[in-house]
């Protein structure tokens, strides 16, 4: 395999392969920071009370009021429905079950969640909940959607923080005469939490970020969504209503950067807690 | 009799606590199988959905039909503009995207310093969670005005490839560099030892080594374009024709989908052929998802 060439020119390809490699890498870099920096810097005209507060109803009223209150109300609802399913499922696979037939059905079926289009969730919804469930485009059918985007990334993030708990942990609550789920209740999860919410921040993540999914689902009324049955625009639907149509350039600008925002930080906690997680557990949290 | 020993302490705290043990265990169960529900529901749901149009048109006819015209007197439903339009701006995705993320993945794994490194998986993290709305909003007002210098209207293959491509590096550059930070650090030893410089090390032995998780990066890579739908719609034109380059307009089938679904009849011929379209793009990915499954098994073995 290696040709015999000289240690000179052996040298000088290493230069140049290392010189490659490092431009490409800051090719990277600079494509995060000039999102982040072009949106940012085109936003902050647009940042003000009148954005935050305001509705867009008036043409001169750029505000997000009702699309935030709507993106809040989905990734509440979504998480309290997607949550306890997603560390309940990861519970059984890791803690009642050992590898098999059914835990590899299942963890190919999460797989295949986990690679599925948005949109073919959104058709999914607006066949299975909106036409056969009659929940049409509502909150209801939003929050059912998006609680199956979300399932893998909680059951994979639980699993993951599952393994990273002692194993002498159970033994020890188990020595002590307490059943499986007590252990896993009072002893297992408590420790896997900082995974676990790990995992919960990048589902916050996903869901904020949703648009394909929730077009037909949830769909794109302006309005405070304030039943289950309404429909109700998000901040990334709103955000693709102004570009697409091109209504207001400045609240396109200012509603990306609102989401980047949430974007960021949604990141920097879920690092920290996964840094918890391995101060505590002693394994790494996986994305 | 037997049932007096089979059942002993029915009353007894014990076997209560047992028969809570064993409705928990069942409960649980019933959360892991939901996952496999779903995949089957949805199977079923766009399948049933796209059938009559596959019946009326006939699957090769669509899937071999140059015309799209849903709406017209005489309606035509070939997809073949869309699929071509799916994998034109996919491989120009690739193109750029995995030399891009590659070499950010040896970076991070092989020549960043330690305080470096956490950055790359970082950076990958946060282009990662940036919502595909965003990554679109962000194509039109910077990479369509740019395309448009070379002519036409900037919308088409070119900005929805390279869009794209932004999409996929932190696909390719996690997954990647996962696998290339799992060879044994024995195989570095050796080659240096035997007098192999750094690049020949990471070039003859490390990447091979870590060859089935690279693949996978970039089989995961071509599931993420071929399915993403927010991004692409707003920088690539939409028009439903075969591209004739990169300049030119073009529709992919999930664009197709988000663009047509709000207005279709429900029931019609026309919503029939947008689940056939899903349908397509449906069995392209369980494709993905098997060829993934085989790759990294493959690998552990």
Redo the contacts between chains.
């Keep these: ?2 040709k015999s060439v000289k240690k000179h020119d ?2 000088r ?2 230069r140049f ?2 010189a ?3 431009a ?2 800051l ?3 600079l ?2 920071l ?2 982040i920096g ?2 940012t810097w ?1 936003a902050i005209p647009a940042l003000n009370w009148q954005f935050v507060a305001g509705t867009p109803g008036d043409p001169l009223n750029t505000g997000i009021w009702p699309m935030a209150v709507n993106t809040l109300l989905l990734v509440v609802l979504t998480l309290a429905i997607a949550l306890p ?2 560390i ?2 990861a ?3 890791k803690e ?1 079950v050992r590898e098999g037939p059914f835990v590899s ?2 963890r ?6 986990a ?10 919804g ?3 909940f909106g ?1 056969m469930l009659g929940l049409g485009w509502s909150l209801a059918n939003g929050t059912l959607t998006a609680s ?1 985007i979300i ?2 990334t909680i ?1 994979r993030t639980t699993e993951e923080a599952l393994k990273s708990v002692p194993q002498s942990y159970r033994e020890g609550s188990l020595a002590l005469g307490a ?3 007590q252990t896993v209740k009072k002893v297992v999860l408590v420790s896997a939490f900082p995974g676990i919410m790990s995992g919960l921040m ?1 589902a916050i ?1 996903r869901v ?5 999914a929730l ?2 689902t949830l769909g794109s009324s302006d309005r405070v969504a304030t039943s289950l049955m309404d429909s109700g625009r998000t901040l ?2 709103h ?2 209503m102004l ?2 149509e091109g209504l207001s ?1 400045e609240g ?1 600008f200012a509603t ?1 950067f609102v ?2 925002v949430v ?2 930080a ?2 920097v906690t ?2 920290m807690l996964a840094n918890r997680a391995l101060g505590r557990g002693g394994r790494q949290i996986g ?1 | 009799m037997a049932s007096l020993t089979l059942f002993p302490k029915a009353g007894n705290k014990a076997s209560a606590e047992k028969r809570t043990e064993r409705i928990i265990k069942g409960g649980l169960m019933l959360c892991a199988l939901l996952s496999v529900l779903v995949v089957l529901l949805i199977t079923v749901m766009v399948f049933k959905e796209a059938w009559p149009a596959i019946k009326q048109q006939g699957l090769l006819n669509m899937i071999t039909g140059t015309s799209w015209k849903p709406t017209a007197a005489k309606p035509r439903f070939g997809l073949l503009p869309m699929i071509a339009g799916s994998f034109a701006v996919t491989a120009l995705a690739l193109l750029i995207g995995v030399p891009v993320g590659l070499a950010t993945a040896i970076y991070g794994a092989e020549l960043a310093t330690v305080r470096v490194a956490p950055l790359v998986g970082r950076m990958a993290g946060i282009l990662a969670g940036i919502p595909s709305v965003v990554y679109g909003f962000f194509g039109l007002m910077v990479i369509v005005p740019a395309v448009r210098l070379l002519g036409g209207t900037g919308m088409g293959v070119l900005s929805a490839g390279v869009v794209l491509a932004m999409m996929i590096l932190p696909t390719v550059i996690s997954v990647s560099e996962a696998a290339i930070r799992a060879v044994p650090g024995e195989y570095r030893e050796a080659s240096l030892a035997m007098g192999a410089t750094k690049w020949q090390t990471i070039w003859h032995v490390v990447i091979p080594a870590a060859k089935s998780g690279i693949m996978a990066s970039v089989v995961l890579a071509i599931g993420r374009a071929v399915g993403e739908t927010m991004a692409v719609i707003l920088v690539a034109g939409n028009i439903p024709v075969i591209p004739k380059g990169l300049l030119s307009a073009t529709r992919t089938l999930t664009v197709n989908i988000a663009l047509e679904m709000g207005y279709v009849r429900p029931g019609s011929l026309h919503y029939s052929a947008l689940f056939a379209a899903a349908a397509v793009l449906f069995a392209f990915i369980m494709l993905i998802n098997l060829s993934v499954r085989m790759i990294t098994r493959g690998g552990s073995r």
């Design positions: 395999m290696m052996r040298k390809d290493e392969a290392f490659v490699i490092k490409l890498s090719t990277t870099a494509v995060l000039l999102i072009y949106i085109n399913l997603g309940l499922a519970v059984y696979l009642y059905v299942v190919s079926a999460t797989e295949n969640l690679g599925m289009p948005s949109i073919i969730f959104g058709l999914f607006l066949v299975f036409k199956i399932l893998p059951m059943t499986r789920w990048l993540g904020v970020g949703e648009t394909a077009m037909f990334a639907m955000l693709y570009a697409h350039v396109a990306a989401l980047v974007v960021l949604v990141n879920a690092e994305r």
